[in-house]
């Protein structure tokens, strides 16, 4: 059965401005500029550098006679609003910048030949026929960048079959595996496996005698190598713990990852251009916007001239008020992208200063142990704003400080209590934890439950799940994996 009713509802909406400024306070310097580019080369009234004045002295409030509703629109374009240019952006004079003779410092980046492509020149010196050189040419093209060819070797043999019409067996790839592609240089590379690399890389050497015992613990007892089982493998080679040791010392040598070593590896190199610098001046911290980030934007001097001349034009055609129309959607846009811009630059900078003051003691010094315990609503509710926008801010901007380039959220974390009931930064707590393993004795490594108690001691209660947590997000071993001999 159908029925009428009313329903009352409270919605809240943004409006395609607002979720624009929202998407330009979250790209990083590098971003922004690709996105500055595309709306210069979209929206033809939007032009970048200085530009002389241009001033009219008239407006369009007599225009469009002949038609009603083309004489309200016209009347609603009051040029003087768009094309007041005579003066600096406001967003150029609220941030203090880089100035013009600042050093822009870049790293370059040589050109040269990439890891694969020294590969295949290499495999030009063999002598092969025309099937095995297509196999080796297949098996360099499976190798990754690591240098390692990961894929199993049936699944070689079948795609050969398929996609270059050779018909071939395991044993012929496994042949051409061995004896071309595992002897390019660099050593290592071609390798299935990281046990296979290292013997590679062994073998290759002069052999001496803890050479030839590195080789015998590589292959006939890896497992025990990787574990650091030492015990073990003193009994099973009959060696001294200062033999081990030797023996250890020349598989440490040994590159993991020989394709990653080459001075021509064809990764991108990307280089981080941070959006903040925060500088010490005569004992005082002082935070400056990348100029980058402040483009100086301006109606288009065509624009204005085009405007001048239909003013002063005493017949308007159809296509002349149509074009005018045009402009006036142009300009509102560009009216609003320079907004936006100046929204977006005052937003940066009042949350960073926030962040510099909140976590002042650590900027002034470079000691993560006093890093305050911050969450994305302290800051918030500092500048009265959203969480999501200081989130946006956080998440992809890096800051520029006396002790290097960081990324502006590792300087939010958790708080825990103390033994004095006071908070702290669980990252105060992460460094005191890789500082007591750092000193430990490596022959007797501390287990987590140890640690747990260490720190304990120093004030810090936690529990043993805690610290091996903290353990694991910096990345160290357990105590096993971090004993030495």
Not at 437 to 448: G, Q, R, S, V
């Amino acid at each position: 059965m159908l029925k009428q009713g009313l329903q009352y509802k409270l919605l809240q909406k943004l409006s395609p401005q607002q979720i624009q400024l929202m998407k330009l306070i979250q790209l990083p310097t590098q971003a922004f500029e690709e996105r500055l580019k595309l709306e210069i080369e979209e929206n033809p009234a939007l032009d970048t550098g200085k530009e002389a004045s241009n001033e009219l002295d008239d407006d369009l409030s007599n225009e469009f006679d002949d038609d009603r509703t083309e004489k309200k629109e016209s009347e609603d374009l009051n040029i003087e609003d768009y094309l007041s240019d005579d003066e600096i952006p406001n967003y150029k004079t609220q941030a203090n910048n880089y100035s013009a003779d600042d050093e822009e410092k870049n790293i370059p980046y040589a050109a040269g030949t990439s890891f694969h492509q020294s590969l295949e020149s290499q495999l030009n010196t063999f002598r092969l026929n025309d099937e095995e050189y297509a196999i080796a040419e297949f098996l360099l093209g499976s190798i990754d960048d690591s240098g390692y060819i990961r894929r199993a070797l049936i699944d070689i043999v079948d795609d050969l079959a398929f996609t270059e019409n050779i018909f071939t067996t395991e044993t012929v790839v496994i042949s051409i595996l061995k004896k071309v592609i595992q002897t390019l240089d660099p050593i290592g590379v071609g390798a299935r496996n990281l046990r296979e690399c290292l013997i590679i890389q062994l073998k290759a050497k002069d052999k001496t005698k803890f050479r030839s015992i590195a080789i015998e613990v590589l292959e006939d007892a890896f497992d025990h190598f990787v574990k650091k089982h030492y015990q073990k493998l003193q009994e099973k080679f009959t060696v001294s713990e200062a033999e081990l040791k030797e023996v250890i010392q020349e598989i440490s040598k040994l590159n993991p990852k020989p394709g990653s070593s080459y001075a021509g590896n064809n990764k991108i190199a990307e280089q981080i251009v941070p959006d903040f610098s925060i500088k010490l001046l005569d004992g005082e911290l002082d935070l400056v916007l990348n100029s980058r980030n402040a483009p100086e934007l301006h109606i288009s001097r065509e624009y204005n001239n085009m405007l001048k001349g239909y003013q002063e034009s005493t017949i308007k055609s159809k296509s002349q008020k149509d074009a005018v129309f045009f402009i006036k959607q142009k300009l509102d846009a560009a009216k609003w992208f320079i907004d936006a811009i100046r929204q977006r630059q005052q937003t940066l900078l009042v949350t960073m200063n926030t962040i510099m003051v909140y976590q002042y003691d650590y900027f002034l010094t470079g000691d993560e142990r006093k890093l305050r315990p911050m969450i994305l609503k302290d800051i918030a509710d500092r500048i009265n704003m959203d969480i999501s926008t200081v989130s946006r801010v956080a998440n992809s901007k890096y800051v520029s400080t006396p002790y290097g380039t960081k990324l502006i959220k590792e300087f939010f974390s958790e708080s825990m209590k103390n033994d004095q009931g006071e908070d702290v930064s669980t990252k105060e707590i992460k460094k005191i934890l890789e500082t007591v393993i750092a000193e430990e004795n490596k022959k007797k490594p501390l287990t987590d439950e140890r640690l747990a108690v260490l720190l304990k001691e120093k004030g810090y209660p936690i529990a043993r799940r805690t610290v091996a947590k903290y353990r694991e997000q910096l990345d160290l071993s357990v105590a096993r994996l971090r004993k030495e001999i």
